[in-house]
């Protein structure tokens, strides 16, 4: 019987390297991957030293006391380590630094491009820093909350120097819902960007064996009632 095919590592042509793009070019492909899609990878989003610095504050917060363990759901918000072992802080734009605004702004090019060209009604931008330790995962799970749509897409900036395969720490992306199969694993290579539909990509964490730094977003639409 032949198995069903499944992918495992990001292929060449599903990748975007936007190196010296203008950054209207930049989110225009952006939008084009996840229309046709449903998600993007796109490598060197931020410059490196942007990329350094925004790795270099998060481990700045951890050493600070200022990373929390993650919690889970909506509604109880407590922490789970059998479904995931992360520690997150959440950037606030009215302290954000000079990468953290970078990173803000590049974000909201983004989202007015996403807006203009897929009509998402998207409205704002949370975000925050996550270390997952070596040997922590994040299990299977969908970043939309259960009645609730608010977030439309997920978006994760990897900060990760010099990362090897050898290293773990994959992303995980289901492509047929809850499906085992096929799926893309996607490395946590600094400056590389991953953006997809929240509502359709079930995902999970791959424990990795160093240490495994992001931030991680979701734009949003306005509303915060229940649906």
């Known amino acids: 019987?032949?198995?069903?095919?499944?992918?495992?590592s990001t292929p060449p042509s599903m990748t975007i390297l936007i190196?010296?793009?203008?950054?209207?070019?930049?989110?225009?492909?952006?939008?084009?991957?996840?229309?046709?899609?449903?998600?993007?990878?796109?490598?060197?989003?931020?410059?490196?030293?942007?990329?350094n610095a925004l790795a270099s504050e998060a481990r700045q917060l951890q050493l600070a006391g200022r990373m929390q363990r993650a919690s889970t759901g909506k509604t109880n918000r407590?922490?789970?380590?059998?479904?995931?072992g992360d520690l997150t802080h959440w950037v606030e734009g009215s302290e954000a630094s000079n990468p953290q605004r970078e990173?803000?702004?590049?974000?909201?090019?983004?989202?007015?491009?996403l807006n203009k060209s897929l009509f998402l009604g998207l409205?704002?931008?949370?975000?925050?820093?996550?270390?997952?330790?070596?040997?922590?995962?994040?299990?299977?799970?969908?970043?939309?909350?259960?009645?609730?749509?608010?977030?439309q897409i997920s978006c994760i900036l990897y900060l990760n120097e010099n990362?090897?395969?050898?290293?773990?720490?994959?992303?995980?992306?289901?492509?047929?819902?809850?499906?085992p199969e096929p799926y893309q694993d996607i490395k946590p290579v600094a400056g590389t960007l991953v953006t997809f539909l929240s509502g359709r990509f079930f995902h999970e964490v791959l424990p990795a064996q160093r240490?495994?730094?992001?931030?991680?977003?979701?734009?949003?639409?306005?509303s915060d009632q229940p649906v």
């Open 78 to 84: 407590l922490p789970n380590e059998e479904i995931r």
């Open 19 to 51: 190196d010296n793009m203008p950054l209207d070019a930049k989110a225009a492909q952006i939008c084009d991957a996840i229309a046709n899609d449903g998600y993007a990878i796109t490598e060197q989003f931020l410059p490196p030293l942007t990329v």
């Open 1 to 8: 019987m032949q198995e069903k095919p499944f992918k495992t």
């Open 163 to 179: 990362w090897q395969a050898e290293d773990g720490g994959q992303l995980r992306l289901y492509l047929d819902g809850v499906a």
């Open 103 to 113: 990173y803000l702004s590049r974000m909201e090019n983004l989202r007015t491009e």
């Open 123 to 151: 409205f704002e931008l949370e975000s925050h820093f996550a270390i997952y330790p070596p040997g922590a995962f994040y299990r299977k799970h969908l970043d939309q909350f259960q009645g609730y749509k608010q977030r």
């Open 211 to 222: 240490e495994r730094i992001s931030l991680t977003g979701w734009f949003r639409t306005r």
